[in-house]
C-alpha cells in the first residue's frame, strides 16, 4: 500500500487548510486511517485518526475543535479539514495506516506512512 499527502502549504495564522490522503490501490477499506505531524527537533506526534466505517474518530487535544478528520471511500481516500490555523500547528503531516480497523492515537501501531506534506502557518 502506498500512501500519497497532499494539500499542504502556507497559510496565515487563522486561515484553513485540507489536506488528503490517498491510498495506491482500493485497499484500506477494513482500516482505520490517522494523521501524525512532525515539527523540526520535534517527535512526531499524533494529530487524528478515524476508524474503518468513519463512524469513530479521535483527536489531539491540541486540535480538537479545530481539526475534522474524514474519509471517502470510493476514491480511497481520507481528508484533515484544518480550520483556525495557529504557527504551533507549523509541521510537516503525514497520513499513515494502521494493521486495525480502529481508531488508534498509537503511533506503534501504524505498519504504512505516506510521504509528508508541509504546513506551516505564519503568525
Known amino acids: 500500500v502506498q500512501l500519497q499527502a497532499s494539500g499542504g502549504g502556507l497559510v496565515q495564522a487563522g486561515g484553513s487548510l485540507r489536506l488528503s490522503c490517498t491510498a495506491s490501490?482500493?485497499?484500506?477499506?477494513?482500516?482505520?486511517m490517522g494523521w501524525f505531524r512532525q515539527a523540526p527537533g520535534k517527535e512526531r506526534e499524533f494529530v487524528a485518526s478515524?476508524?474503518?466505517?468513519?463512524?469513530?474518530?479521535n483527536y489531539a487535544s491540541s486540535v480538537a475543535g479545530r481539526f475534522t478528520i474524514s474519509r471517502e471511500y470510493a476514491k480511497s481516500t481520507v481528508y484533515l479539514q484544518m480550520n483556525n490555523l495557529k504557527p504551533e500547528d507549523t509541521a510537516v503531516y503525514y497520513c499513515?495506516?494502521?494493521?486495525?480497523?480502529?481508531?488508534?492515537?498509537?503511533?506503534?501501531?501504524?505498519?504504512?506512512w505516506g510521504q509528508g506534506t508541509q504546513v506551516t502557518v505564519s503568525s
Open positions: 490501490r482500493r485497499t484500506g477499506s477494513n482500516n482505520g
Open positions: 499513515a495506516m494502521p494493521r486495525s480497523s480502529t481508531s488508534t492515537s498509537r503511533l506503534e501501531y501504524y505498519r504504512y
Open positions: 478515524i476508524d474503518w466505517r468513519g463512524a469513530g474518530s
